[in-house]
């Protein structure tokens, strides 16, 4: 199926660090200047979308994301401002390290492909990494990552995992698939829900049981109702949609 999806750019000022945009999907830069420091904020709503940076990272801006950076950018040091979820691959450079700072914690890097997320209101911080070593630290952790783990860190309690996971797996949203391995089917549901802004009603006990575990994988760009059809490959359900509100039986 071809997927038709707008895409609006706007430019202010003369940005220091260009960024060229090959993907589809609604994408926005808006600059602003304070005390003669521009500042760019790229923006996503739904659909993920793609640019790179003017030193080359390559940057997959997960939906309803936010990446801000100055005009101070690659000045000793590149640093940028998640707010959301991206994935990133970042070009060696020993005299310019890439930083991305998060509410609560930074990732600070040489050359490696990873992902970060932190979203408004939510009281974790997370990184995956696929190649390369990152440092992840806050006031309260100093923890040096490598290949293949994913760090979970709790803004509040200050507690820290890292745990052993299949990267691609969890990295999945960049190249618009969704795959799911081993989840139970109210975690699913309740990431559904989310993504797709959607309330979600299980009338079945036996569906709210975590031992239910599924797996699989679809498209994100896919409807919902046609996700429902996917899971119910592995799971026998019925569902019925009244006033927007899908009661799954």
């Not at 998060?102 to 939510?122: E, H, N, Q």
């Not at 919902?224 to 899908?246: P, S």
């Amino acid at each position: 199926k071809t997927h038709r999806r707008r895409m609006m750019v706007y430019y202010s000022g003369v940005a220091a660090s260009l960024l060229i945009v090959f993907a589809l999907g609604f994408f926005m830069q808006k600059s602003s200047q304070e005390e003669g420091i521009k500042q760019y904020t790229c923006m996503t709503e739904g659909s993920t979308s793609t640019f790179y940076m003017a030193d080359s990272p390559k940057v997959i801006l997960n939906k309803n994301s936010e990446l801000t950076y100055t005009s101070q950018y690659g000045s000793g040091e590149r640093r940028v401002k998640l707010s959301g979820e991206a994935y990133f691959e970042v070009t060696k450079n020993a005299h310019s390290p890439f930083i991305v700072d998060m509410d609560g914690g930074a990732i600070k890097v040489l050359g490696t492909k990873f992902s970060a997320k932190s979203r408004k209101g939510s009281n974790l911080v997370r990184a995956i990494l696929l190649e390369g070593s990152v440092r992840f630290t806050s006031k309260e952790q100093n923890v040096l990552m490598k290949p293949n783990q994913k760090l979970l860190f709790n803004k509040y309690s200050k507690d820290l995992q890292i745990t052993e996971v299949n990267p691609e797996q969890e990295v999945a949203w960049k190249d618009g698939l969704l795959r799911y391995r081993s989840l139970s089917f109210k975690t699913l549901m309740d990431y559904l829900a989310k993504d797709y802004g959607v309330k979600i009603v299980i009338n079945n006990k036996r569906l709210l049981d975590p031992e239910l575990k599924v797996s699989g994988s679809f498209e994100q760009e896919e409807a919902f109702e046609k996700v429902l059809e996917v899971i119910n490959r592995t799971i026998m359900i019925k569902w019925k949609n009244e006033n927007g509100i899908y009661y799954i039986n």
